[in-house]
């Protein structure tokens, strides 16, 4: 299907209101058409093509509020969703945390996050991309599973206070993992933009091929504390657990690791290492996003750490009302400074480490010192001065990425990179870091 | 890969993939089929082999509370078709919300465009172990109760009365979920098939926080429920599903009430308990703790898909690979270790009539006397393994996403002699019992483990002496099934399980419920996750 173009999501989006006898309505629609293949054992496993939308409908009587998802949209299927989200609202009891819907507000011009080329991807581009990626495999002795995925979406809201928002997007994301034959070695690559112009599937399926070879016979070492240099695939599974728990309410609330004795919080505290800075720049050409939230808040360009130093929260609009500050939303983008070195400086100035190319499973232990657990995947390798000496077999740790930023010696060039874990993307530099937590060898290729 | 237990947190409330709950609202059957076969023709008449369709109407309902405060009452709906089709021997597969005619054929074409693309680059094509088509039939999940239809005012009073039990016991802060999910399905094939069913889970639960002032130390309590594949008579408590112990614990129904009244108390005994000193322990695991490392440790890597190497990229593979399944004597576990997959059990998650490529479900052993003896298989698969049949494991999520292999319910059986926990406590020595479930992380081949719980008690010389904090253990998946010295009987037998187990690219959740009774393990490492930031 074709997106829905602004006219068009303004036309449904204003039927719908239009049917609406609550106080207040506000309508969020959006959606997208996705195509994507996925290979394995060195040939295409399943694939597909997926056109979806979907309409959430919240609907307020006073401090009473419902709210239905649908994706139907004849006008009998709206009226009557609309009319179950009231029905919903009827049957709430007073809640005295609802904040009335936002009126119009005045948005930041879009960053370029729709590509033509990469909404006009076609399964024959998927097939050939992959065939490329394929012949690496088989020209290395190697096995390949893979995933190269492309989307258009749009996203838009509208609501009875008179604000509409619209803006679309397109993404192309790609990952691999290749293994020796014999199942010794295994390497892993992967990278996500707005254009798939930038999706280089041939350059990230070479890096995985030398990970994997280099990967072969890995050593045992013993568990302990190690510099480890975190590749930005690696680091940010970690990084993401500590700007995605910036909530003020938790805070103030005395659970969360932000929480201080007393109902205090470590707001303009130094958190981390004074080289750390980490901002959200919905402009940034290198990670556009866009300039509203779901609430219909606008985005801004906002420091959270600077100089290791705890700078902002984030709000839900009824926690800011109440502590009188302003209401500053989850970001959709995480921006971290780094240096000019490249990986291979950092290798090249460890005297004595660890390389990991992907941290797995990432799991919370302790919400008090934000603890997680997890493991090193597809290329582990021991550096010994300056050089990547042996691959070594993979281990468990336990860290907080708190202690993590503490414990900084050196960060490199940032660049975008995405998350196994969550999806999300970030600009993040390659980070080199002193006495991470290692507890046990895992016997896992 | 895994779910998130503590998914209070992780409840989609807005923005999620659609869907609105309504009961009410249901597709005719007939209307069904006649779209079914707007796409099973025109995907014969661009050259597939093979094709399915599933339309499917998916519908949530979300009650979600905090203290005293009802924040948001959800109903979602999604409705759409899959069609998947083999042509040139290759998978292809599309996805609608558009149910017209012209939009079902466009679809339909763009599902063989690309399997014949794709076949360009397949190395041997799909082999389908062959399956009847079982004509016109229908099953539903056997409830009392249909959650929907149950007022909404029921639901908010009783999750408010749970907030108020936990804030008198002591909570400073009480979360708590009602979440009713039903999967209205229809499925249809070349082979025959018009399959409609309709499946109903439910998920009560709740988190208590307590937090001390003086120290800023705070402790949370999560429920003890399980999610299950019933209607709302889960929650109606029966007195007969309480095993009463240090807490008490629930089988088929749940005192939601009951168990918030004990969370308060217990979240603060918490805070005050002792930290444990790191080394081994003998493990008293909960079946409310057990189904999770049940899921990790043995789900997973007896899933065949993974063995084969179809999730090397996301999910992993697995250790338990072909070699050791062909000697017919690898040792998986000791000799009370029997575990069981089974799509077929009444009141579990993954309980259906049929799976989504039209199987109809059953049960077989997965490890026999600690042996591995089968894996979990789809048709596409089945013949790898010399299976005459598919096992039945074929899921997919929703209606926009493909079927691929997942978990049925896998379960350890309980122990054939009289045992209760309480007698199997008398036996350790030095021990920890464990109760709920917590964090869990394991590698991506299932070796290395490591599983914490909600609440843990000391066990010293058959006694427990008092709380203990700060536990994870550490284990290697083969070591830890050996170390397992007693399963207790099938009266403390119960189910646990997750409506988020993750797998796939693109990731698609999937409902699967572990059975146990308590279980005893000698000598497992146990490490103290306390740190200063």
């Known amino acids: 299907m074709a997106l829905f173009s602004e006219d068009d999501c303004r036309t449904l989006m204003k039927k719908a209101l239009s049917f609406s006898k609550a106080d207040e309505c506000e309508i969020n629609f959006s959606g997208s058409d996705a195509g994507n293949i996925r290979y394995a054992r060195n040939s295409v496993s399943t694939s597909g093509f997926i056109g979806q939308t979907s309409m959430v409908i919240s609907s307020a009587f006073g401090k009473k509020l419902g709210i239905v998802t649908t994706n139907e949209y004849d006008d009998a299927s709206i009226e009557k969703a609309v009319k179950l989200s009231e029905d919903l609202a009827h049957f709430a009891p007073e809640n005295d945390e609802f904040v009335s819907f936002l009126g119009p507000q005045t948005y930041a011009p879009h960053s370029n996050m729709f590509d033509q080329a990469t909404a006009d991807i076609t399964p024959t581009f998927r097939t050939d991309k992959v065939a490329e990626s394929l012949q690496i495999a088989k020209d290395n002795k190697l096995t390949a599973a893979g995933y190269l995925q492309n989307s258009a979406s749009f996203s838009s809201m509208m609501n009875s206070h008179g604000l509409f928002a619209y803006n679309r997007s397109t993404d192309a994301s790609f990952s691999i993992t290749l293994r020796t034959a014999d199942s010794q070695g295994s390497g892993y690559s992967t990278k996500d933009y707005n254009q798939v112009s930038k999706l280089d599937t041939l350059s990230f399926t070479k890096t995985a091929a030398q990970k994997a070879t280099r990967s072969a016979g890995a050593k045992a070492i013993e568990p302990g504390k190690y510099t480890v240099i975190l590749e930005p695939a690696a680091g940010i599974v970690l990084l993401e657990q500590l700007y995605g728990g910036l909530d003020a309410r938790s805070a103030d609330e005395g659970r969360s690791f932000l929480s201080k004795p007393g109902g205090k919080t470590k707001l303009g505290d130094k958190l981390v290492d004074e080289r750390i800075n980490i901002y959200s720049d919905p402009s940034n050409p290198d990670l556009p996003t866009a300039s509203w939230n779901g609430d219909g808040r606008p985005q801004e360009k906002i420091s959270w750490i600077e100089k290791g130093v705890l700078k902002n929260l984030t709000y839900s609009r009824y926690w800011a009302q109440k502590q009188g500050v302003k209401a500053i939303p989850s970001p959709d983008s995480i921006i971290m400074d780094g240096g000019d070195a490249s990986l291979e400086d950092l290798i090249k100035g460890t005297e004595k480490g660890i390389l990991v190319t992907r941290l797995w499973y990432i799991r919370p232990v302790d919400p008090q010192t934000l603890l997680y657990t997890g493991l090193t995947r597809d290329g582990t390798f021991y550096i010994e001065n300056g050089q990547i000496k042996f691959p070594i077999k993979n281990m468990r740790f336990n860290e907080s990425p708190v202690i993590m930023l503490n414990n900084l010696d050196a960060l490199g060039r940032p660049e975008r990179t995405v998350s196994g874990e969550s999806f999300q993307s970030a600009l993040i530099p390659p980070m080199r870091i002193k006495e991470f937590t290692f507890t046990s060898l895992s016997d896992a290729v | 890969m895994g779910f998130s237990a503590a998914m209070l947190s992780r409840v989609p409330v807005l923005g999620s993939p659609l869907i609105q709950g309504n009961a009410m609202r249901s597709v005719d059957v007939a ?503």
């Open chain 2, 31 to 533: 209307m069904k089929k006649q779209m079914a076969d707007v796409a099973l023709n025109a995907a014969r008449s661009k050259g597939a082999t093979y094709t399915d369709v599933r339309i499917g109407r998916y519908l949530n309902q979300y009650v979600v509370t905090r203290e005293t405060k009802v924040e948001n009452i959800v109903d979602t709906e999604s409705y759409g078709m899959g069609i998947r089709v083999i042509a040139n021997g290759c998978w292809g597969f599309a996805a609608t919300d558009k149910l017209d005619n012209d939009s079902i054929a466009k679809a339909t074409y763009m599902a063989v465009a690309i399997a014949k693309e794709n076949a360009r680059i397949q190395t041997e094509p799909v082999i389908l172990v062959p399956q009847k088509g079982y004509g016109e039939v229908s099953w539903k999940t056997p409830i009392v109760t249909n959650g929907f239809d149950v007022p909404v005012k029921d639901k908010t009073d009783l999750l408010l009365s749970v907030n108020d039990a936990a804030l008198k016991g002591g909570a400073n802060y009480v979360n708590s979920i009602i979440f009713l999910v039903n999967e209205q399905k229809y499925f249809a094939s070349t082979d025959g098939s018009y399959i409609d069913q309709d499946i109903h889970r439910i998920w009560p639960l709740f988190q208590v926080t307590k937090i001390d002032q003086k120290s800023g130390k705070f402790e949370t309590r999560q429920s003890l429920s399980a999610p299950r594949g019933m209607g709302y008579e889960y929650l109606i408590p029966k007195e007969a599903d309480k095993i009463k112990g240090v807490t008490t614990l629930y089988r088929d129904s749940y005192d939601m009430l009951e168990d918030a009244k004990a969370a308060a108390p217990q979240a603060a005994e918490k805070l005050a308990a002792k930290s444990v000193e790191a080394g081994k322990y003998d493990l008293v695991l909960d079946p409310s703790h057990l189904w999770l490392t049940i899921h990790e440790s043995v789900g997973h890597p007896s899933e065949l898909d993974r063995v084969l190497g179809y999730e090397a990229n996301f999910a992993g593979t697995s250790f338990l690979t072909l070699d050791k399944w062909k000697s017919g004597n690898f040792n998986f576990g000791s000799k009370h270790v029997n575990i069981v997959a089974d799509k077929i059990q009444p009141g579990s998650l993954g309980a259906v009539g049929y799976d989504d490529e039209g199987v109809e479900s059953k049960k077989w052993d997965i490890i026999k006397d600690g042996v591995l003896v089968n894996y979990q298989a789809i048709r596409d698969q089945a013949h790898i393994i010399g299976l005459k049949e598919s096992q039945g494991c074929c899921y997919a999520d929703s209606w926009s996403d493909v079927q691929f292999q997942r978990m049925p319910n896998i379960s350890l059986q309980p122990g054939t002699t009289p045992l209760a926990p309480a007698d199997m406590i008398k036996n350790v020595e030095k021990g920890i019992y464990i109760v709920g479930d917590s964090s869990f992380s394991i590698d991506q081949q299932r070796y290395n483990f490591q599983f914490s719980g909600q609440l843990y008690y000391e066990i010293k010389e058959g006694k427990i002496t008092g709380m203990l904090n700060d536990v994870a253990y550490q284990s290697n998946t083969q070591e830890f099934w050996n170390s397992c010295e007693a399963v207790c009987d099938k009266s403390d037998y119960r189910l646990g399980g997750s409506f988020f187990d993750g797998k796939g690219q693109p990731e698609q959740v999937s409902a699967v419920s572990h059975g146990s009774a308590t279980a005893h393990f000698k000598g497992v490492n146990v490490i103290n996750t306390a740190r200063k930031i």
